[in-house]
Nanobody, 122 residues
Framework: QVQLVESGGGLVQAGGSLRLSCAASGRIFSINAMGWYRQAPGKQRELVASTTSGGSTDYADSVKGRFTISRDNAKNTLYLQMNSLSPEDTAVYYC????????????????WGQGTQVTVSS
């Protein structure tokens, strides 16, 4: 059993910052790609940022230069530093990860966290 638990969401004024965390726990042999997604009311879930096990990163155009994704492999934890927040960033933010759950046959399972609300007031 694997769990992803997000934290760090909340209410912030426009121009402010928040740092989200996502801690993975359970039967984990290794974690491959990890990412942050968000879903605003009435909209589809969208990829915000992603990172590979080797540290490569990718960002949605809407957050480039404002958000930074990082991971601590020793702690199985993913982070999202969000700066210069705007009301358009208001959404539920979800953590996602591809996790190797056993050595043989080396199954990789995709997991989602429960989400954390980020609200940016104007």
């Amino acid at each position: 059993q694997v769990q992803l638990v997000e934290s760090g969401g909340g209410l912030v004024q426009a121009g402010g910052s928040l740092r989200l965390s996502c801690a993975a726990s359970g039967r984990i042999f290794s974690i491959n790609a990890m990412g942050w997604y968000r879903q605003a009311p009435g909209k589809q879930r969208e990829l915000v940022a992603s990172t590979t096990s080797g540290g490569s990163t990718d960002y949605a155009d809407s957050v480039k230069g404002r958000f930074t994704i990082s991971r601590d492999n020793a702690k199985n934890t993913l982070y999202l530093q969000m700066n210069s927040l705007s009301p358009e960033d208001t959404a539920v933010y979800y953590c996602n990860a591809d996790i190797k759950v056993d050595l043989f046959p080396g199954r990789i399972v995709n997991y989602w966290g429960q989400g954390t609300q980020v609200t940016v007031s104007s």
